[in-house]
């Protein structure tokens, strides 16, 4: 039988003897003494009654031990997406004016988002920043209830995650209004699939079409993340009947694969074929691509990133506002052009 009598003379009260004294685990008895959520109003009247009557008092030397900043935000991004290395540069930026540094954790083709999480886990970061994360939302809301997680670059269906995105529905309509207002009138969109921002940008797309008329039109090719994956969507573009004389893409790397296949088929860009991206990466910025894309603000987005993920690990932040949207804005360069003929 458990001696919960309490401990021995002259030694001192410990987590363990209010745990066995209250007949709950020592993890519970940390989350009652520490105020944190995970118990309930019952359970902590019982251990609060056990502590008392063994005499407990906190160890306050490791409790500010325990409580040492490490000042450290882990950041976990994909290798395979340019703007993500444009994000990164600006959350250091961001990090740096407020004290904090960054650790970097890589999703790879062969690391998926779960390891990149773990890894940092083991850093002692403070706080979490997912760069288009493609985590179940239950997992996202699971993660916050551990630490501060702010989502970048994604919408997310459940209000306890803190998340900072571009508007991508607004930015998809912005595409769309350059290319009519150039007049075209045949207009595809190379679709990103499952990718996060996808499903928003899709619907940008065909509400803008509707509203300048052009619904009957609507022409959805399927893309990606990758060349490969805009390099497919481009011949299915080329087999199309009538052939759109322009196309709006899921973002820019897809959209370098789309203008590769145009041109080895002989089509000039923009003369024959007008191209937008998305995101203004790095990328578009190239002398040889020069592509007309859809930026989204990293200052900004990475700013608000790193405030948010401060302000919830000091307690400042909002309760209740989660999500904050950042306005896009078009960037013309030279691969659209009014429609040949």
Not at 135 to 157: F, I, K, N, Q, W
Request: aromatic share 2%.
């Amino acid at each position: 039988m458990t001696d919960v009598s309490g401990p021995s003379r002259g030694r001192r009260t410990t987590l363990a003897d209010v745990a066995a004294r209250a007949g709950v685990s020592v993890p519970l008895v940390s989350i009652v003494m520490r105020d944190a959520p995970g118990a309930s109003a019952a359970t902590r009247e019982r251990v609060r009654r056990a502590a008392e009557e063994l005499g407990y008092r906190p160890d306050i030397r490791a409790r500010l031990l325990r409580r040492a900043r490490s000042r450290l935000i882990g950041v976990v991004f994909g290798v395979q997406h340019p703007f993500h290395g444009d994000l990164v540069s600006g959350l250091y930026t961001a990090a740096e004016a407020v004290g904090y540094e960054l650790a970097l954790s890589a999703v790879t083709p062969g690391r998926d988002e779960r390891r990149a999480v773990a890894s940092l886990l083991q850093d002692r970061c403070e706080a979490l920043i997912l760069l288009g994360p493609q985590l179940a939302a239950s997992d996202l809301a699971e993660l916050t209830a551990r630490m501060p997680v702010v989502v970048v670059a994604r919408a997310v269906r459940n209000r306890a995650v803190d998340v900072v995105r571009t508007d991508d529905a607004a930015g998809l309509h912005l595409a769309v209004d350059h290319l009519v207002e150039l007049g075209h009138t045949r207009i595809a969109h190379v679709d990103g699939g499952r990718a996060p921002g996808a499903a928003e940008r899709r619907r940008g797309y065909r509400k803008a079409l509707h509203e300048h008329g052009l619904g009957a039109g609507e022409l959805v090719l399927s893309g990606g993340l990758t060349e490969d994956e805009g390099a497919a969507a481009a011949r299915a573009l080329l087999e199309a009947d009538p052939r759109p004389t322009a196309a709006t893409v899921f973002n820019d790397r897809c959209a370098t694969g789309v203008l590769d296949v145009l041109r080895r088929a002989g089509l000039s860009v923009p003369r024959d074929v007008s191209v937008v991206g998305f995101d203004d990466s790095s990328l578009a910025r190239l002398s040889h691509v020069a592509l007309t894309t859809v930026a989204q603000d990293t200052e900004r987005l990475t700013a608000l990133a790193v405030a948010r993920a401060t302000a919830r690990l000091d307690g400042t932040a909002p309760a209740s506002e989660r999500e904050q949207v950042v306005p896009p804005h078009l960037v013309v360069r030279g691969t659209t052009a009014p429609p040949p003929g």
